[in-house]
């Protein structure tokens, strides 16, 4: 929840006087991976994401073996999810001040507080404040790092911000599939501390690329985003209220989140085992089977020449919300096929709610209103994994997968009333215009 085009703003264009033209928002755009640059920015994103999934697996599992505590551990994995509370403020700090003031110091702040929990929680008789301590900074240093890597993609890759976009969403789905991979394979060899220190090391990877040159250009003093935090915010807000698709994005995506969260992941890996008594190795085959469809969910967005966002959005609800209603079948194989189906539309229609706002959005603006999507779409992922569970013991887990079966085809309700208002909006162009140099 990306890097490229950076050297200081050598090679952007000096926008002419009068207005641009206006460039087909649909165009098909050359593939991101015949830039030289975009190769070694996506490198570098790689060897830090694979860290990240390493470290969101290793962590909770240490945890749960040293306390055997759930709690703690559910706690320790709300840390990620709560930091888009700061989404948001992040984002106004990048359109004021520029990407490069977040990238570098998240990750410094990420390393250092990596290097003070493996020095201090991780000994036999450690206490177990330092893991929420410092596990708390690595989010919010990662939550900035982040914030200013993905706003700086427009700026870097002003040609092709889109396609760039969503071939590091992509990458960053893979490497969802390779942590837990790397924490199997290592596990023996390394433990856990060997695997929280090579994730201490996977935060330099972006700072060398940054140093060969490839990192956000400078902002000039005087730009539309360097305002006040709230008059930026408020900004933000107008600016969204000018591109009325993703107001009506928002409507139709956030039963999807609510729906597609880790919490009906969990009820999901609950009925295999307790309705049909299937074996761990049996549901870690289903695993198998479901991360798959994810990576593909996310190509097949993420790696198209267009970005016709209607129809994805259109293609995905349906697909999900009919795998969802299938999935309260009392048959295991209907439901792992629809479990399988479902998680891979949850993963295209996730790819699509992230690129949206590089779409539809003026590059000066990017981060404030992509702060404000993050939090809007944000809470939904926090309550999933509370509602769910309580739901399951009110109505029973079928009744559940019913019930949001239905609530992700409402959806389509919003969508065929706002339909023609889901036309690309005449600010797409404008990211392709002024860049600041």
Same mark, same amino acid.
Request: glycine share 12%; aromatic share 8%.
């Given at each position: ?61 240490f945890v749960y073996e040293r306390t055997g505590s759930l709690a703690i551990m559910s706690l320790l994995a709300v840390l990620t999810p709560a930091t888009l509370l700061l989404a948001p403020v992040l984002?106004?700090?990048? $359109? ?5 003031? /977040?990238? =570098?110091? +998240?990750? !410094? &702040? %990420?390393?250092?507080? *990596? ?8 000994? $036999? ?5 330092? /893991?929420? =301590?410092? +596990?708390? !900074? &690595? %989010?919010?240093?990662? *939550? ?17 911000? =889109? ?275």
């Open positions: 929840m990306s890097k490229t085009d950076a050297g200081g703003g050598e090679g952007v264009d000096t926008p002419q006087d009068g207005p641009a033209p206006l460039s087909d928002p649909d165009e098909a755009k050359p593939s991101p991976w015949l830039d030289r640059r975009f190769q070694i920015f996506a490198t570098g994103n790689v060897v830090n994401n694979i860290g990240e999934a390493v470290y969101t697996v290793a962590l909770p599992l984002g106004a700090v990048v $359109d004021r001040y520029g990407a490069r003031v /977040l990238v =570098v110091p +998240g990750l !410094l &702040v %990420q390393a250092a507080a *990596a290097i003070a929990l493996n020095l201090t929680g991780l000994a $036999d008789d450690a206490p177990v404040w330092p /893991l929420f =301590v410092f +596990g708390a !900074l &690595v %989010q919010i240093g990662g *939550a900035g790092y982040r914030m200013g890597w993905m706003t700086g993609v427009a700026h870097m890759f002003p040609d092709n911000p =889109v396609r760039s976009r969503a071939s590091l969403g992509s990458l960053y789905t893979v490497t969802n599939v390779v942590g837990p991979l790397l924490v199997s394979a290592a596990l023996l060899w390394v433990g856990y501390t060997g695997l929280l220190w090579f994730n201490v090391l996977t935060f330099f990877a972006p700072i060398v690329v940054w140093l060969v040159g490839v990192h956000p250009p400078r902002v000039e003093p005087g730009g539309k985003g360097q305002v006040g935090l709230v008059k930026g915010l408020l900004d933000g807000v107008r600016v969204m209220r000018r591109a009325p698709v993703l107001l009506h994005a928002i409507l139709v995506f956030v039963p999807m989140l609510v729906v597609g969260t880790t919490g009906t992941m969990t009820l999901s890996l609950f009925r295999l085992q307790h309705d049909w008594d299937l074996s761990p190795r049996a549901v870690g085959l289903v695993l198998v089977a479901v991360r798959i469809a994810g990576v593909l969910g996310t190509i097949v967005v993420s790696e198209r020449k267009t970005f016709p966002f209607r129809a994805i959005t259109l293609v995905g609800t349906v697909g999900m919300g009919a795998a969802l209603l299938l999935m309260a079948s009392g048959s295991v194989h209907v439901f792992v096929a629809a479990m399988v189906v479902m998680f891979g539309f949850q993963a295209a229609l996730s790819v699509a709610s992230d690129l949206m706002v590089f779409k539809f959005v003026p590059a000066d603006a990017l981060g404030r209103v992509g702060g404000i999507v993050d939090l809007v779409l944000g809470l939904p992922i926090l309550a999933g994994p509370l509602v769910v569970p309580a739901l399951a013991d009110l109505l029973g887990s079928s009744a559940v997968f019913l019930a949001f079966g239905a609530v992700q085809l409402a959806g389509l309700l919003w969508l065929w009333r706002t339909w023609r208002q889901w036309a690309p909006s005449p600010h797409t162009s404008s990211r392709e215009e002024a860049v600041p140099a």
